[in-house]
């Protein structure tokens, strides 16, 4: 079916395809070329394309997060100041050759939060004065031993010093707080006893490193704690407050979007509400919240926060935050299913349920100003005891609901109230299946409020270790101009007592005891080493 | 009441105190001594106990992973190996002063795994070259400018590559991949060129920090791969079956333990028992896992897996089993409550739980078997079948309580049947608030099963990723002599099939549509950038 055809001196071949369109096949030189430069254009264009994007996203995070971009600037200047003993001839011939190390050190040890560079400093200073001194000593001692036993002496010394070490850096207790001075104590200690064995100024090379080591700290952590220091603990601290924001806003945002009408349900279901999503955070921050933790140790006081911050503190208030988060997870599952509970249960217990949330989330809010202010608070208590106030309610529409909907009793079969039954919809015959979505529910905000209390609790705790103060009384005034906190406190006496003739005490009693959520947290944290 | 006298030339104070006894005070010197001593015993004393504790936690942890050990010893070889260039004299002479740089690189670039390790080296020497040959220009051009621009022109590109290069480790993309790469580069150039402005012998010293990062990261790489080699791909893979494992445990744990005789639980109450607190795990690994799929994609084919082993799919099944956990975590707090549900609900439903978290571990099981032998499975299919098998018996369970238990209902009332009232215990009258517990375990464990079909999702397209063949007919023969594994695909379809007589098949794709769980997977994944 092809046949060739002489075109001006060029062999052309045209295949005829049966639909009759004609393809002309171009020389193969040309084709060549012209893949090559289709080829060429297409990776010049990926290439800056990429470039393109990198730096579009380069920009994206310096805008949304200036500390990264003021942290760059500081290394940059850091360097800048240390390469000044280069230039400046007295420095440099001060320092010697070794200036070098100086630079390294700033490199090295520069990091973006305080904490974690002090960390750095502290451990690379005393690495090196520790490794230099025991160096010092095995080299004596290989000096002694005459020149067939030095290397074997030497070698020894390395190789047991270096694996023990590196070892030890697997022991959690030194890896959160020592892992690097571990390194710097096997590669100070290598570097001297090895070249000890060559360069006979030993001394020398010992004091020029601790010398530079001792400027390139200094210089660091002058510069990082100077300009705009960026604190670990203050970061920690910021984290914690957001993430209690964000598990407020989450709790809203499920709630609400279960108990709305069903009609706006359908126009907002294309993407769940980023608000809804929060908690995820939440679960998510675990590794995070512990090296700030362990850096924020190192710092010294700082803005509000003194120098024995109970740091490890957060670390709890974390781990029952992602208690909470866990039922939140499973509360929003539950209400993105497509099965819904009938509407009269639903209309039922939403006023119960929402109550509750909205009691949940304002207890975690007074916890945020609680944290945000460093101050106790006068309300906590009494938001608490409205909390569990509104658990019993919830529990009474619980008991109550049996009665009217799901069947009558025993005692109403024995007298059948007509009446009564004309509000249950005929259609719906209810059965425990239908019940369950809003069993679950019911349930998970219970739980929920159970584990708010366990943050609340270890907040409390932090209250206690970082001796926050009563917060003024033209506070709480200005919030509720007629009531005094002594007042809120009798309000809060009177929760606490009114809802007993209503509830029976034995099942509120048996609530608080459904939940053990310090039993969990504690267990949390007993999986932490 | 006190007086003194003379005795053998002390002065002795006595203290008559009212109950007759006599207090002898000795002199304020031996008393320093005294109290010094015990001070110095203490401090010694417990000086050593910490020692002692250490060493014994170090020794435990060697025992439970010899591992760690091999890698000091690796460690410790490689540097005893590199210092060799010091003691030979011909090697010395050829690398010069700078061997000391190798011994640096050894100490810095050997990792615990092959992957960090050759992750390590591959930056270290990507970043000395690039950034080698960019300080050399640079140097090249200040040169050029006389002698007042040449300091100016280093300080300023220092100040900018610096500042810019620190601020590109905080992009996500460089931050997992070449961090360590990004601070050889800096330290590098600033190295080159700032020393450039004094050393004359510039080309000298890029040669030789170049030659001797060469030396010893091949030694890293030669020593990290033959001995012992430790993978961070096999690493991430046991992690994850251990955890698969786990999760199977906690399940059939915490259902054991809700449905098993009262009287024995109170035996054995005193602690949550280990296995079921397996789940802990799945929930606090998702640190590691993302450290370990991040090396493990720098690793050659090693073992059972190649090269482009899909490591990325990992983390989403690790991201599947901790929403798997999240339901486990909600379910252990709702067994561990202290309200109970009702005897004869329990009787009830105790069957098709233990039925259905039965066949959940299954599942779980099975995935487990897939990923150690690294074969499709012909029976996952048939388990998961079984699995909503079972959760449609529960559903159908829960659709019969109503009539024997809760209450009778309209159509019951109508025709009152004395004798199936017989059944109900008279001193329970039920209500929601009786029900609620069981409700949510119910509940839990039927979303449970729908995470784990999530888990087998994303196993399933692992093995289509990393092209698992299926299981030998042999394999499958020897664990069930009866069955081929044609006639488990049989089975399979009837088990597909049969039950849709019994069960509502609208009721099931609710259900089945009730658990997002893809989203929700996809969700999690989502929260990473």
């Known amino acids: 079916m092809a046949n060739a055809k002489q075109v001006s001196g060029k062999l052309e071949w045209r295949i005829n395809v049966p639909d009759g369109t004609s393809n002309v096949i171009v020389p193969e030189s040309d084709q060549l070329v012209n893949k090559a430069w289709l080829w060429l254009k297409g990776l010049l264009c990926g290439l800056v394309l990429k470039i393109w994007r990198f730096l579009y996203k380069a920009w994206n995070l310096g805008v949304a997060e200036p500390k990264k971009v003021i942290h760059g600037v500081k290394v940059g200047l850091s360097l800048l100041l240390v390469s000044f003993f280069y230039y400046m001839r007295p420095l440099y011939e001060g320092v010697g050759g070794n200036a070098m190390w100086a630079v390294m050190t700033v490199v090295v040890v520069f990091e973006s939060t305080v904490g974690a560079t002090l960390c750095k400093c502290i451990n690379r200073a005393t690495g090196t004065f520790l490794a230099g001194s025991l160096a010092l000593g095995v080299q004596w001692i290989a000096n002694k031993s005459g020149e067939t036993f030095e290397p074997i002496i030497i070698g020894i010394s390395v190789f047991l010093l270096a694996s023990a070490t590196t070892f030890s850096r697997f022991i959690p207790s030194v890896k959160t707080r020592f892992d690097y001075g571990a390194m710097i104590f096997i590669l100070t200690f290598s570097l001297v006893t090895v070249s000890g064995y060559r360069v006979d100024r030993l001394f020398e090379l010992a004091y020029q490193r601790l010398s530079t080591v001792a400027i390139g700290t200094s210089l660091c952590i002058f510069i990082t704690m100077v300009f705009c220091p960026i604190w670990a603990g203050s970061g920690l601290h910021d984290l914690i407050v957001c993430n209690l924001e964000k598990l407020a806003d989450s709790l809203d945002g499920c709630v609400g979007e279960c108990f709305k009408d069903n009609k706006t349900k359908f126009g907002t279901e294309e993407g769940p509400s980023k608000r809804m999503q929060g908690y995820k955070c939440v679960l998510n921050s675990k590794a995070t919240e512990e090296v700030m933790a362990n850096f924020a140790r190192w710092e010294p006081a700082h803005g509000r926060f003194n120098f024995r911050h109970p740091w490890k503190q957060y670390l709890k208030i974390g ?211």
Chains 1, 2 share one sequence.
Request: aromatic share 6%; hydrophobic share 40%; proline share 6%.
């Open 319 to 529: 781990a029952s935050m992602r208690n909470c988060a866990y039922c939140i997870e499973a509360l929003n599952s539950c209400i993105n299913s497509e099965i819904q509970a009938p509407d009269y249960l639903k209309k039922h217990l939403s006023d119960v349920c929402m109550l509750l949330s909205t009691n949940s989330s304002e207890v975690l809010k007074e916890l945020v100003i609680i944290m945000k202010t460093l101050t106790k608070s006068s309300k906590i208590e009494l938001l608490i005891g409205e909390m569990n106030f509104a658990v019993q309610k919830l529990q009474d529409s619980l008991n109550s609901v049996p009665n009217s909907f799901i069947g009558p009793t025993v005692s109403t079969l024995q007298a059948p109230n007509e009446a009564n039954r004309e509000t249950i919809p005929k259609t719906a015959i209810p059965s425990l299946m239908d019940v369950f979505p809003m069993a679950s529910l019911v349930y998970l905000l219970i739980q929920i409020a159970a584990r708010i209390e366990g943050i609340a609790d270890a907040v409390d705790q932090l209250a206690g270790l970082a001796e926050f103060k009563l917060a003024k009384d033209e506070n709480s005034k200005q919030k509720k101009p007629t009531n005094k906190s002594t007042s809120d406190k009798q309000d809060h006496e009177a929760m606490k007592t009114s809802p007993k003739p209503i509830v029976d005490p034995l099942i509120f009693s048996k609530w608080n005891s459904f939940f053990p959520v310090e039993e969990v947290v504690s267990d949390l944290e007993g999986t932490r080493t």
